[in-house]
């Protein structure tokens, strides 16, 4: 997937896989994740969902990695922030209390990024990739995550070898991760999905072993 993809995406207004609202599951699973106090949450390919808010709220640090300008500048903007824009490596970053955007590829994130990683979490993000890109995905978080970090993973399945979305099932899910994490499925949940077709919803606890 070219990046030129997902720019003509956010410069065109075609985000329908942005939420309004807090992810339910997000909300519904996270205790799952913690029981113990509050650290760092990394959001990869994180555009501008409002569930960065809701982690920051819970009293954790956040950092998002998006690749579109135009998304980090409305994701501050929706809330009336003015940000100043720093330059790091090939990123540019923006950072107010204690959440901090960086702009850029995914794949160049710094290594110092992941220094203090608790948790990930992953809502659109491994399924906005293609097949070869998600192997890519999950090798570098299973390289570069610190020893006993959790990831919450939220994933579509439907009938189409089609995307983005791409359907990831959980034997996907398990081929990916289970070299590293042990992987739980917490719920699944069926919905009406674009252009009426069912799809399965589903959470993941991927737990480091
Ligand atoms: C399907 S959206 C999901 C966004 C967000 N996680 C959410 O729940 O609304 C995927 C996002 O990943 C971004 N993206 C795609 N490839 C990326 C990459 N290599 N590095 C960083 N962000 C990327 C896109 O610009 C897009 O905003």
New binding site residues.
């Given amino acids: ?1 070219q ?1 030129e993809f ?1 720019h003509e ?2 410069q065109t207004g075609r985000i329908g ?3 309004d609202r807090v ?1 339910p599951f997000l909300q519904n699973y996270w205790s799952q994740m913690t029981t113990s106090g509050k650290g760092q949450v990394l ?5 501008k ?1 409002l ?1 960065m808010l809701w982690l920051r709220e819970q009293g954790h640090d956040v950092i998002g ?4 300008e135009l ?1 980090c500048n409305e994701f501050f903007s929706a809330q009336g922030v003015d940000v100043s824009v720093a330059c790091n490596a090939d990123f540019s970053v923006r950072e107010v209390d204690g959440l901090a955007l960086w702009c ?4 160049k994130l710094p290594e110092s990024c992941y220094d203090n990683v608790n948790w990930v979490y992953d ?3 491994l399924i ?1 990739l293609p097949a070869e890109m998600r192997q890519q995905y999950a090798a570098e978080l299973k390289l570069k995550l610190p020893t006993g970090v959790s990831v919450l993973l939220v994933t579509l399945e439907f009938e189409s070898a089609e995307g ?2 791409f359907s990831v099932s959980e034997t996907e899910v398990r081929a990916l991760y289970e070299g590293r994490f042990s992987v739980k499925r917490l719920a699944a949940e069926q919905m009406e999905g674009r252009g009426g077709r069912q799809e399965i919803e589903s959470v993941y606890l991927l737990r480091d072993r």
């Fill in positions: 997937m990046s997902w995406r956010w896989f942005h939420l992810n959001v990869p390919l994180c555009g969902s569930d990695v998006e690749l579109s998304a850029g590829d995914f794949f809502r659109a993000a906005a983005p979305p």
